[in-house]
């Protein structure tokens, strides 16, 4: 179907490696294909354009190592699903107090903690964003003259008014609570700077916050092993440092998660990657047990802590079955990252990361050096979109965002970056960021609407 040839490879061989760190190369030497291979060539039949299949067409073994990968975090699901002995009972929403819910909310937790490795986990409906579970983290953890470092570079947009790196307006920021503030810029080729991190906490810094993706920089996202590694000269600095890993976008891009690798708590959101493109809302934390006690009790009060929230209708039913898909939705994601990637450089933009480096987020960057670029790749995005393709994008400002901002995101969720979204600053070097979707065909189409308006 549509001129690809996705079918006729072969089986893997027993030693085909998972891992998206392998490189294509190491997988091309270790896998072959059947003497009959033949690329069928572009016909005019296809839904996508030219340059679309003669990617697909070059990227079959990096989607085919993206295929294992998606089994073996299906396969860390299902087993966590079968500890916690799901049942439909499970499903049932709570409301008021949200204290009689068939065991739902605890099944969630410990399901979810076992499939990133961490002692303990709230998974809830309060959280209305990854921002804001980050923040419930944050303050569990910070108290008045402590200070927090954050060892990757500056964080996200919407962390600045939360830390107090730009003005809260007295809204109770960490700084408005005396909560001291510092960065490790990033090293020249944009990953962590290793030197500097070896000698950056100070006897105060109580608190080492890791930003897992790129955010709005252009800069590598990093990955599990470099968040691991991070963390081990951290607590060589100071045993007592607690480590925060924002881990938007990262979840199930690899097969372990940063909890299994030392980090104190993580955080992220549901109607991202964790969410498979079906929960309508909520966010988690993760880690170890007194940590996530410490920051339920700043989503809900001191002593209510784990134990009260409501849930009703159908959300706990899409939380399990969201999580449950994630994989396969990661997966597909990962796919139409490379394949932006590959086509977008073939046209002569630069790409973060490149088609074939190693992935560690599902976010891909495109730099496209003028606002009117920007402006064009954006509507094309929204015009193939399943919800709201008659509307045009508009940039403008945006609670928590620094700079004006463009966002293109016809989904049936709002806000919902699992599914496929592109968004971008309007400021220097005008790079769009690329997020999801539940399909890489999908994808697929929109490079061909992009490239038309280009």
Request: hydrophobic share 40%.
């Given at each position: 179907?549509?001129?690809?040839?996705?079918?006729?490879?072969?089986?893997?061989?027993?030693?085909?490696?998972?891992?998206?760190?392998?490189?294509?190369?190491?997988?091309?030497?270790?896998?072959?294909?059947?003497?009959?291979?033949?690329?069928?060539?572009?016909?005019?039949?296809?839904?996508?354009?030219?340059?679309?299949?003669?990617?697909?067409?070059?990227?079959q073994y990096e989607f085919r190592a993206v295929d294992d990968l998606v089994a073996r975090n299906s396969a860390k699901v299902l087993k966590a699903f079968q500890n916690v002995r799901l049942g439909s009972h499970h499903f049932g929403g709570s409301t008021g107090y949200g204290h009689d819910e068939a065991g739902g909310r605890e099944a969630l937790d410990n399901a979810f903690a076992e499939i990133v490795g961490a002692e303990s986990a709230m998974?809830?409906?309060?959280?209305?964003?990854?921002?804001?579970?980050?923040?419930?983290?944050?303050?569990?953890?910070?108290?008045?003259?402590?200070?927090?470092l954050a060892v990757a570079g500056a964080p996200y947009d919407t962390l600045e008014e939360v830390i107090g790196k730009r003005d809260s307006q007295g809204l109770g920021s960490l700084k408005d609570f005396g909560v001291e503030y510092r960065e490790v810029p990033l090293a020249e080729d944009g990953g962590l700077d290793w030197e500097e991190l070896a000698r950056a906490l100070k006897p105060q810094t109580k608190c080492a916050l890791i930003q897992?993706?790129?955010?709005?920089?252009?800069?590598?996202?990093?990955?599990?092993?470099?968040?691991?590694?991070?963390?081990?000269?951290?607590?060589?600095?100071?045993?007592?440092?607690?480590?925060?890993?924002?881990?938007?976008?990262?979840?199930?891009?690899?097969?372990?998660?940063?909890?299994?690798?030392?980090?104190?708590?993580?955080?992220?959101?549901?109607?991202?990657?964790?969410?498979?493109?079906?929960?309508?809302?909520?966010?988690?934390?993760?880690?170890?047990?007194?940590?996530?006690?410490?920051?339920?009790?700043?989503?809900?009060?001191?002593?209510?802590?784990?134990?009260?929230?409501?849930?009703?209708?159908?959300?706990?039913?899409?939380?399990?079955?969201?999580?449950?898909?994630?994989?396969?939705?990661?997966?597909?994601?990962?796919?139409?990252?490379?394949?932006?990637?590959?086509?977008?450089?073939?046209?002569?933009?630069?790409?973060?990361?490149?088609?074939?480096?190693?992935?560690?987020?599902?976010?891909?960057?495109?730099?496209?050096?003028?606002?009117?670029?920007?402006?064009?790749?954006?509507?094309?995005?929204?015009?193939?979109?399943?919800?709201?393709?008659?509307?045009?994008?508009?940039?403008?400002?945006?609670?928590?965002?620094?700079?004006?901002?463009?966002?293109?995101?016809?989904?049936?969720?709002?806000?919902?970056?699992?599914?496929?979204?592109?968004?971008?600053?309007?400021?220097?070097?005008?790079?769009?960021?690329?997020?999801?979707?539940?399909?890489?065909?999908?994808?697929?189409?929109?490079?061909?609407?992009?490239?038309?308006?280009?």
């Amino acid at each position: 179907m549509w001129g690809l040839s996705f079918s006729i490879l072969s089986h893997p061989s027993p030693n085909f490696t998972a891992s998206l760190l392998v490189p294509a190369a190491t997988l091309r030497s270790r896998t072959s294909l059947p003497l009959n291979f033949h690329p069928k060539p572009y016909t005019s039949d296809t839904p996508f354009s030219p340059e679309v299949v003669r990617a697909v067409d070059s990227l079959q073994y990096e989607f085919r190592a993206v295929d294992d990968l998606v089994a073996r975090n299906s396969a860390k699901v299902l087993k966590a699903f079968q500890n916690v002995r799901l049942g439909s009972h499970h499903f049932g929403g709570s409301t008021g107090y949200g204290h009689d819910e068939a065991g739902g909310r605890e099944a969630l937790d410990n399901a979810f903690a076992e499939i990133v490795g961490a002692e303990s986990a709230m998974v809830r409906s309060q959280f209305f964003s990854g921002t804001h579970a980050i923040t419930c983290a944050l303050f569990a953890l910070l108290r008045p003259g402590d200070e927090l470092l954050a060892v990757a570079g500056a964080p996200y947009d919407t962390l600045e008014e939360v830390i107090g790196k730009r003005d809260s307006q007295g809204l109770g920021s960490l700084k408005d609570f005396g909560v001291e503030y510092r960065e490790v810029p990033l090293a020249e080729d944009g990953g962590l700077d290793w030197e500097e991190l070896a000698r950056a906490l100070k006897p105060q810094t109580k608190c080492a916050l890791i930003q897992r993706s790129c955010g709005y920089s252009w800069r590598r996202s990093l990955s599990v092993d470099e968040i691991g590694k991070a963390i081990r000269l951290i607590k060589m600095q100071n045993p007592d440092c607690l480590v925060m890993v924002d881990n938007c976008y990262g979840e199930f891009v690899e097969t372990t998660e940063p909890p299994t690798v030392g980090a104190d708590l993580i955080a992220g959101s549901l109607i991202k990657n964790p969410g498979g493109t079906l929960a309508p809302c909520g966010g988690y934390i993760a880690g170890r047990a007194k940590w996530v006690k410490a920051a339920a009790a700043r989503l809900s009060a001191p002593g209510l802590g784990v134990d009260s929230g409501s849930t009703p209708g159908d959300i706990m039913r899409t939380f399990f079955q969201g999580l449950f898909l994630s994989p396969q939705m990661v997966g597909e994601a990962v796919k139409g990252m490379i394949l932006i990637a590959e086509v977008m450089q073939s046209k002569g933009y630069k790409v973060q990361p490149l088609p074939r480096a190693p992935r560690h987020d599902t976010v891909q960057a495109v730099q496209l050096g003028s606002r009117e670029v920007l402006l064009a790749f954006c509507e094309a995005v929204q015009r193939s979109s399943p919800v709201a393709s008659f509307t045009k994008p508009v940039p403008g400002t945006t609670p928590g965002y620094a700079s004006e901002v463009i966002f293109a995101d016809g989904t049936f969720i709002d806000g919902s970056t699992s599914e496929l979204s592109c968004d971008g600053p309007l400021r220097e070097p005008f790079a769009v960021f690329c997020q999801g979707g539940s399909h890489w065909t999908q994808w697929g189409l929109v490079l061909g609407e992009v490239l038309k308006s280009l």
